[in-house]
């Protein structure tokens, strides 16, 4: 692609000694500075976020005076003023690919990705320089469910997984829809997960019984893993630990490659906790098996079956029965509650329900269980679990 102006044409050169976008290119790229400042190589998804900083670049400049957004130099572009004004574009919804997105504010999951993005690229634009990155302000969280309502809540939800078909003025919800909403409901109200959390959850990780669920956290909290680092690197603790502060002028030039390679080759490693299910959640859970199984059955194709949560119509994705993904996840939440809260609007013990999956979770308190006796193959319902 062509970009217009010199600016831009500079941060894309930046951009694609990381990303480049041949693919013959690709293992050939140089790292970036990551956390304590260890080279990291981009993955394909930050190298996506990358390229799309530079596309908005590419509208931004051509929107403003030179005097706001330099056409010709890209250090100008994070200078302190520049960089603001562009920020203050971006997070306004001005620079979206697409015209019919345009003027809807960037969400803060997005804000923090372009504040990201636009770190790298000012290392690989200014390197060794001073930019002083946009703050994020901190988000007002919305109202949770009340807890003291959440005990009648989750009764009123148990009874109306054995109902039939919900209608309202010409508004319903199918057995397939309501089946999946209110397990789903009812799990995050038993183990607090994220969206994203509840979308990866497969049928191994529930236990014999669905007397308990295992839920792989993607929280913000850093895990310890210099001991693994050490052990891959053949080092000693103190090495690692020396390499990841940046404190290198006691260690070897060897020693610093080698902790650099262990941590380049360590995986990621997801919080894994256990929660008990409770009675009513599992006869939830046990109602959406049943729609789910016949979704999966009629799957033409072997295969990808290990996801609980399933989409229930075709779509441009694939047909029905298919891993439902998180943003989707979200999306059929919403309409669901939508649908049901206007539903349910009147009767005797109904609690409206959040119409974000955020604010229910968020008012939940729960306690994982203490031990895991047998694991799971991953193939199917099969652990065991004892409550603490």
């Known amino acids: ?41 981009v993955s394909d998804v930050r190298a996506r976020q990358l390229w799309a900083l530079v596309g908005m670049y590419d509208r931004a400049v051509g929107s403003v005076p030179e005097a706001v957004l330099s056409r010709k130099s890209p250090r100008r572009l994070f200078e302190d003023e520049q960089l603001e004004a562009f920020w203050q574009l971006a997070v306004a919804g001005d620079l979206r690919r ?3 997105d345009h003027g809807k504010p960037l969400p803060l999951a997005s804000k923090q990705v372009l504040r990201t993005s636009l770190g790298v690229v000012a290392d690989l634009v200014v ?10 302000n901190r988000v ?36 397939a829809d309501r089946s999946r909403l209110l397990a789903m409901v009812a799990v995050v109200l038993d183990t607090g997960c994220r969206s ?14 669905l007397v308990a669920v295992r839920v792989r956290r993607r929280g913000q909290r850093p895990v310890d893993r210099v001991d693994e ?5 053949e080092v000693h603790r103190s090495s690692v630990e020396a390499v990841l502060a940046g ?8 020693t610093r490659r080698r902790v650099e390679a262990a941590v380049a080759a360590l995986p990621p490693l997801p919080e894994v906790s256990w929660y008990g299910l409770r009675e009513g959640t599992r006869v939830a859970v046990q ?3 049943e729609t789910r199984d016949g979704l999966v059955d009629a799957l033409p194709l072997e295969g990808g079956r290990s996801a609980l949560w399933v989409t229930l119509q075709a779509s441009k994705a694939g047909p029905a029965g298919i891993t439902i993904r998180a943003q989707g996840l979200r999306m059929a939440y919403a309409r669901g509650v939508e649908a049901l809260n206007w539903i349910m609007a009147g009767e005797f013990g109904w609690e409206p329900l959040p119409t974000t999956m955020e604010q229910l979770r968020r008012a939940v308190d729960v306690e994982p269980l203490a031990d895991v006796l047998a694991g799971v193959d991953g193939q199917g319902v099969g652990a065991s679990v004892v409550a603490s």
């Open 1 to 41: 692609m062509s970009y217009r102006y010199a600016s831009v044409r500079g941060v894309a050169a930046a951009v694609e000694r990381v990303a480049p976008k041949d693919p013959q290119a690709w293992e050939g790229r140089e790292p970036i500075r990551g956390a304590g400042g260890l080279p990291v190589l």
């Open 98 to 100: 697409w015209e019919k």
């Open 127 to 136: 390197p060794g320089g001073s930019v002083l990155l946009p703050v994020l």
């Open 140 to 175: 007002e969280l919305k109202p949770t469910v009340d807890p003291r309502a959440q005990a009648a809540l989750y009764r009123r939800l148990v009874s109306a997984a054995g109902d039939g078909p919900l209608e309202r003025e010409g508004l319903h919800l199918t057995v």
């Open 196 to 209: 994203g959390e509840l979308a990866a959850l497969r049928m191994g990780d529930l236990a014999d019984g």
């Open 229 to 233: 680092i050490a052990a891959l690197a």
């Open 247 to 254: 404190r290198l002028e006691a260690r070897s030039e060897a």
């Open 287 to 289: 109602r959406w098996l």
